[in-house]
């Protein structure tokens, strides 16, 4: 399978993290102009393996630097793509739940009107857990299907730029 070569300038390390975490380099967050720059490179190029070359001027590069914001880049997107594989996971169990539970309440809803008389207070019971748990239902539904769908393109970024080979190289 081909390399997708996405080529990024920098003029020092410090680019490629937020200018507002004063943390050791090991520790910095990344910059959010550098990731919203990957993103539409990596959107321009969407198949194949990703292969990151990060230029620097010759005069600043440092190897221990290099490898310790590999390090930190690959950490990053880890821990990002799992927080998104752990909310759709969480967010198809409460889909799960919720659609069950709608169902529930639409089928005591049902055995209460069909053994229940006609007073006042069955049919405000009826009218109250009827909408109540079609919407639960669809809710849940919507959770199941839909939001993995919104989350979907950022897991396959972070999952892309997780598996790229990062390379610092000189201009």
Do not use: C
């Amino acid at each position: 399978m081909s390399k997708a070569e996405l080529s990024i300038w920098l003029d020092d390390y410090d680019d490629v993290f937020s200018d507002f975490d004063s943390r050791p380099l090991t520790e910095r967050s990344l910059s959010d102009d550098f990731l919203v720059e990957m993103r539409k490179m990596v959107r321009e190029k969407p198949t194949g393996n990703i292969e990151l070359k990060l230029l620097v001027p010759t005069a600043k590069r440092k190897k221990e630097v290099e490898a310790m914001v590999i390090k930190n880049l690959h950490t990053h997107f880890r821990h990002a793509a799992v927080g998104i594989k752990t909310e759709i996971t969480k967010t198809r169990r409460q889909g799960i739940l919720l659609t069950m539970l709608g169902f529930v309440l639409m089928i005591v809803t049902a055995y209460i009107v069909s053994v229940a008389s006609n007073s006042f207070f069955m049919k405000a019971l009826q009218i109250v857990l009827e909408p109540s748990g079609w919407f639960m239902v669809w809710t849940g539904m919507d959770n199941i299907f839909y939001n993995r769908r919104r989350r979907k393109p950022n897991l396959v970024f972070f999952l892309k730029m997780l598996n790229a080979d990062i390379v610092f190289l000189p201009y």
